[in-house]
């Protein structure tokens, strides 16, 4: 069997490396456009930090690694054309004719509607490495940076920035940062430390309607002008619109149509990751989720389907945890603010612990859930500390429908230096929000 996969990133490379695992006399191929394989998306905010030595370290797999499996890997080289009916891919250097396709070739973060020209001339994003190598020295000589997006990419490069002692404009349509993830009255006490920050400033509630390249740049908003020394667009990645894309069926927002098996409208053709729509959590309608471990996931489920349809794609919750600023922040399943994209109705539940008997970092909690049964639908979490792995235990309660009457008695450890006497998950069905002895 002859597998070509597009993409050497997350998705492309799980779903090889599994391949690898369940058919040993396949020939696995994966053509990459970029020049390395494995980078990561905040790869070079790692390296600003000091956290890699060179750019081309923040990597999660490498070349040499994979050709030790045994997966032939072609760099530089992007795939142009696709015609299913031969089963036949065409690259800017030759033609090649597969078993299995397996579409890996994700998104891209340009912004298509403020007035940018071509990436050519201009390159405001920094999720390639290619991107990263060009923008580095900008990003490094810059005194001012305009940031286009308060997601989590644009809230990590503020962060980033701001350690590095440079002022930083973020500039966001809605009234708060990461709005996906949290309710905003659950960010109070982040968002005002963060207004204490001298060289931070936030532009809520504002559109871009052109950036001008002069000496510097100028941003342009409704009705006021910000002047930076550079600018990256951290907007919402949307999957690779490629010309052989359009030969597949496609949903309105330009995601790859998949069965529940991943393969699309083209027999023997797979997409993954970035490129696909998906079913989400506790939610009638899928959604668009890019993010890395639902695209490694979806990777692997492919490789299961190869030959035979035999394992469906669950989907995901959106489940995010980061540093911001010295904050842990995570999120996972349903927030208030989109509660009406549930069925029934819901009830919320917040509350405040500290980390530990000894740490008394405050953790800040919001439950999400649903009113009549109980049935956990979502968790955020916010604190100093690092309360980060807690999240993966509620997306887990989450995922099996777990209710808060079953939370109660989840087993958890003790240990006085590292945990408080009873874990937030336990504590959402007990007491009330404002007192509570412990
Ligand atoms: C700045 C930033 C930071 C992020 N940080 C996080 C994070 O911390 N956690 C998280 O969960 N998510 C994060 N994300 C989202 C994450 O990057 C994506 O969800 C993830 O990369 C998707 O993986 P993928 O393999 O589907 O696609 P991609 O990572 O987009 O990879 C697609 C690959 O295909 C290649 N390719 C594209 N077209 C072609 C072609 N025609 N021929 C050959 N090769 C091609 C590309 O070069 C690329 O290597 C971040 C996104 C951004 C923009």
């Known amino acids: 069997m002859k597998i070509y996969i597009i993409g050497a990133s997350f998705a492309g490379v799980s779903c090889g490396v599994h391949a690898r695992e369940l058919y040993p006399e396949a020939e696995i191929t994966i053509i990459e456009k970029n020049a390395i394989v494995g980078f990561l998306p905040g790869g070079l905010l790692l390296y600003l930090q000091n956290k890699f030595a060179n750019l081309n370290d923040a990597v999660f797999t490498t070349e040499q690694q994979l050709k030790e499996q045994h997966i032939d890997i072609k760099l530089s080289e992007k795939l142009l054309d696709c015609d299913p009916a031969k089963h036949e891919i065409t690259t800017d250097k030759k033609t090649y004719y597969y078993d299995k396709l397996i579409l890996a070739n994700g998104s891209e973060q340009k912004s298509l509607n403020i007035g940018l020209t071509s990436d050519d001339e201009w390159d405001p994003s920094f999720k390639d490495y290619d991107f990263s190598n060009k923008v580095l020295p900008k990003i490094q000589n810059a005194e001012t940076i305009a940031i286009i997006g308060a997601g989590q990419a644009g809230m990590e490069a503020a962060s980033t920035f701001i350690d590095l002692k440079k002022t930083v404009h973020l500039i966001e349509a809605m009234d708060y940062p990461l709005f996906k993830y949290f309710d905003p009255n659950f960010l109070e006490p982040f968002l005002t430390e963060l207004q204490k920050i001298p060289n931070l400033h936030f532009h809520f509630n504002k559109t871009v309607t052109e950036v001008v390249e002069n000496e510097q740049y100028e941003i342009l908003l409704d009705e006021q002008k910000i002047v930076s020394d550079y600018v990256l667009t951290t907007v919402n990645v949307h999957p690779q619109l490629a010309k052989f894309t359009k030969k597949f069926q496609l949903h309105s927002d330009n995601t790859m149509q998949t069965n529940d098996y991943l393969e699309t409208s083209a027999k023997d053709v797979f997409a993954v990751g970035d490129l696909i729509h998906s079913p989400l959590k506790n939610r009638e309608e899928g959604a668009y989720l890019p993010q890395i471990n639902h695209a490694i996931r979806s990777g692997i489920v492919a490789a299961e389907n190869l030959q035979q349809a035999q394992m469906k794609f669950k989907g995901g919750l959106r489940t995010i945890g980061t540093k911001i600023f ?71 309660a989450i995922e099996n429908e777990v209710t808060l009457t079953d939370l109660m008695q989840k087993d958890s450890f003790f240990q006085p230096e590292f945990t408080n006497i009873i874990e937030p998950l336990n504590r959402i069905n007990m007491g009330s929000e404002t007192h509570h002895a412990f």
């Open 326 to 396: 010295g904050w842990h922040l995570a999120s996972t399943g349903l927030i208030e603010e989109e509660a009406f994209v549930y069925s029934n109705e819901i009830a919320t539940k917040t509350f405040t612990q500290t980390a530990s008997l000894v740490d008394k970092t405050p953790i800040y909690c919001k439950a999400v859930f649903e009113k009549s049964s109980k049935k956990l639908l979502g968790i955020q979490l916010l604190s100093q500390t690092n309360c980060l792995e807690k999240i993966n235990t509620a997306a887990l």
